[in-house]
C-alpha cells in the first residue's frame, strides 16, 4: 500500500508540473505517444514555466531521494539537454532536521552506552541537517571537540521503496526510448544506487576519510578531520570537529586576507592529485563539504567533509584520461578521436576521420578565446553531445569523475575568474605522464610487483616447461588437422564397425531369433542385409 500511495504521489507531481511534455519531440513507438495523448492532464493543466524550471520543481516536491539523484543527473550533458542540465545544479540538498531525542536514542544504541558517559557535552539541537543524516556537536571526556554524524531513522525504506520506482522508470525508458540501450539508464540507476547506500553505512564513509587522510598526511594544501573509530557504528559517526571559513564565504576569506588565486590553484592541485596520483578521490566538492582552514590565509589550505561518496579510476581510465587531456591542450583532435576509439567509449566501426572532424568542431572555436576565458567543463559537456551522434555509450565509471571535475572548475572561477585551469592542470598532468611512461614509470611498477615476482619464481620452470608441452601438443594437432585437410574425400568402410554388425547378426540367427520369411524372398532378404550392412559401416574420411 506504501508504495502505491508513492506512486500516486509521484503521479500526482508529474501532472502538477506537466512533466510529459519532456518527451515531446523525443522519438518514441507509437503505442507510448499514443498514451501520452491519452494523459487527462494534459489538457486540464497548463505548463507553467519552463520545462527544465518545473523538472527541478517536482524533484524538489518528490522528496530527498530524488533530489540527488537529479544532482547526479546534472552533471550528465550526455543524458540532457544542456538548460535541463543547467537548472538541475539548482537543486538543493534541503530537509528538515528530526527530533534532537530521536538521535541521542539512535546514539545510545548503537554504541551501547548513554550519551552522558559516552561524551562530556552532547547539543540535541542539530548543528547542520541533509536528507540521509544530520550532524550534532559534542565533547570528549577527554576534551576533544567532536561532531557527531546520525543516520536519519527510516531512511532506509524510503530509499528502497523510491530507487524500486526509479528502476521501473529506467527499464520503461530503455524500452521505448531508441537511444535507451546507449544511454543505460539502468546502469546509472545501479550506480546511484551503490552510491546511496553507501551513505547509509557510516563505517564506509569513516574509511573514506581514513584513507583521504593518509593520502594528503603532512599536506598543506588539504586537512581531513580525525575520525574517532571507537565511537564509529554503522548509523553513527564521530568525527573531529574543524573550524573555518565556507568555501562560499567569499567576504569572510576576503577579511582574513585569503590568497584567492593560490586557493584556486590548489583547488586543481587537489583535484588532480586525488584523480592521478592516488586514484582515490573525494566525488562530492560541493561548496557545502569544502571549509577553509583560518591558519595562514596568505598559504590557504582547504578542509574536506563528507566523505560518503567518493571515485576511484582503472589505471586504463587513468591513462586514457590523462592522454585525452593532453591531447585536448595540443589540439590534436586525431589522437582524441583515436583514443575514443581504443577505449571502447565509441563503438568499433566508427569513422576516425569524420569522429575527428566533429571533435574539431566543438573545440576550436573555444581555443580561439583567451585561455583565461575557456571552460573546460563547458568543452567535456560539448564533447558529450557530439559523441551522442556518433553512438558513445555513457560510461558509469566515470560519472563521479565528471561530477568533481565540473564542481572543481566552477568553485575555482568563483573564488579567482581569471583562473587559468589548463595551464595549472597540463604541466601535473604531462608530469604524470612522464612518471608513468618513463624509466621511473617502468622502475616503480617492478617495484610493486616484486613480492609477487619473487613468490613466483620458484614455480618458473615448472610453468615453462608446461607452456612448452602445451605449445608442443597444440602444433601437433594443428598437424594432423592439416592432414586430414589434404586427405582426398570419400567413403571407406569402418571394419570394426561391421564386424561388430556381423556378430550380432550372427548371434541372432544362432539363437533363433529370425523369423521365418517366405520360399520366394531369401535372395531379396539377403541383397537386402548386405546393403545394410555396407551401409551401417560406411565412413566419411
Not at 543505460?184 to 540507476?189: F, K, L, M, S, W
Not at 618458473?460 to 601437433?476: D, F, N
Request: proline fraction near 6%; include cysteine.
Amino acid at each position: 500500500m506504501s508504495r502505491l500511495f508513492r506512486l500516486i504521489k509521484i503521479t500526482w507531481v508529474v501532472a502538477r508540473y506537466r512533466l510529459d511534455d519532456l518527451f515531446d519531440g523525443v522519438s518514441l513507438p507509437w503505442y507510448a505517444r499514443f498514451a501520452l495523448a491519452l494523459l487527462p492532464w494534459r489538457y486540464l493543466i497548463p505548463a507553467r514555466g519552463p520545462r527544465a524550471e518545473r523538472l527541478r520543481l517536482a524533484l524538489e516536491a518528490l522528496g530527498p531521494i530524488f533530489v540527488k539523484f537529479g544532482q547526479m543527473l546534472s552533471t550528465r550533458a550526455d543524458l540532457l539537454p544542456p538548460d535541463v542540465a543547467a537548472e538541475l545544479t539548482k537543486l538543493q540538498d534541503q530537509v528538515p532536521p528530526f527530533c534532537g531525542d530521536h538521535a541521542v536514542r539512535i546514539v545510545e544504541r548503537a554504541l551501547g552506552e548513554s550519551v552522558a558517559e559516552l561524551f562530556c557535552e552532547f547539543d540535541s539541537t542539530p548543528l547542520a541537517s541533509a536528507s540521509v543524516a544530520q550532524v550534532h556537536t559534542a565533547t570528549l571526556h577527554t576534551g576533544e571537540s567532536v561532531v557527531v554524524k546520525v543516520i536519519r531513522p527510516g531512511i532506509n525504506r524510503v530509499i528502497k521503496q523510491d530507487v524500486s520506482l526509479l528502476y521501473s522508470l529506467a527499464y520503461l525508458v530503455q524500452t521505448i526510448w531508441s537511444e535507451g540501450k546507449r544511454l543505460r539508464p539502468v546502469e546509472v540507476v545501479a550506480e546511484y544506487e551503490k552510491t546511496i547506500f553507501d551513505e547509509l553505512d557510516l563505517r564506509k564513509e569513516a574509511g573514506n576519510a581514513s584513507q583521504l587522510k593518509r593520502n594528503f598526511e603532512g599536506s598543506s594544501i588539504l586537512y581531513v578531520p580525525e575520525v574517532y573509530w571507537d565511537y564509529t557504528h554503522q548509523n553513527v559517526m564521530v568525527m573531529e570537529r574543524i573550524y573555518g571559513v565556507p568555501i562560499s564565504n567569499l567576504n569572510g576569506l576576503r577579511q582574513q586576507n585569503t590568497d584567492f588565486r593560490l586557493l584556486a590553484e590548489r583547488g586543481v592541485e587537489i583535484f588532480f592529485t586525488q584523480v592521478f596520483r592516488d586514484s582515490f578521490f573525494h566525488a562530492d566538492m560541493h561548496p557545502g563539504n569544502i571549509y577553509v582552514s583560518r591558519d595562514n590565509p596568505a598559504d590557504p589550505q582547504y578542509i574536506a567533509l563528507d566523505f560518503g561518496i567518493v571515485g576511484s579510476l582503472t589505471p586504463e581510465d587513468q591513462s586514457y584520461l590523462a592522454r585525452n587531456f593532453l591531447a585536448f591542450f595540443k589540439r590534436d583532435y586525431k589522437q582524441v578521436a583515436q583514443l575514443h576509439l581504443d577505449s571502447g567509449w565509441v563503438p568499433a566501426g566508427t569513422n576516425v576521420n569524420d569522429f575527428e572532424t566533429a571533435i574539431r568542431s566543438v573545440c576550436e572555436p573555444v581555443f580561439e578565446k583567451p585561455l583565461k576565458e575557456i571552460s573546460f567543463g563547458q568543452v567535456l559537456l560539448g564533447l558529450f553531445q557530439t559523441a551522442r551522434r556518433f553512438n558513445m555509450e555513457v560510461q558509469p565509471q566515470l560519472v563521479l569523475l565528471q561530477k568533481t571535475l565540473l564542481n572543481i572548475e566552477g568553485l575555482g572561477r568563483q573564488l579567482y575568474p581569471d583562473l587559468d585551469l589548463w595551464q595549472t592542470a597540463k604541466p601535473f598532468l604531462e608530469d604524470w605522464m612522464r612518471q608513468r611512461m618513463g624509466v621511473r614509470g617502468f622502475y616503480r611498477a617492478l617495484k610493486q610487483r616484486a613480492p609477487e615476482l619473487v613468490e613466483q619464481l620458484p614455480q618458473m620452470p615448472g610453468l615453462l616447461h608446461e607452456s612448452l608441452q602445451q605449445v608442443k601438443r597444440l602444433e601437433h594437432s594443428l598437424l594432423l588437422l592439416e592432414q586430414q585437410r589434404r586427405e582426398p574425400k570419400g567413403w571407406r568402410i569402418h571394419w570394426p564397425r561391421l564386424g561388430g554388425i556381423l556378430a550380432v547378426a550372427a548371434a541372432v540367427g544362432s539363437a533363433g531369433w529370425l523369423p521365418a520369411l517366405p520360399d520366394e524372398w531369401p535372395i531379396a532378404a539377403l541383397a537386402l542385409a548386405a546393403g545394410a550392412l555396407v551401409l551401417f559401416s560406411l565412413e566419411r574420411k
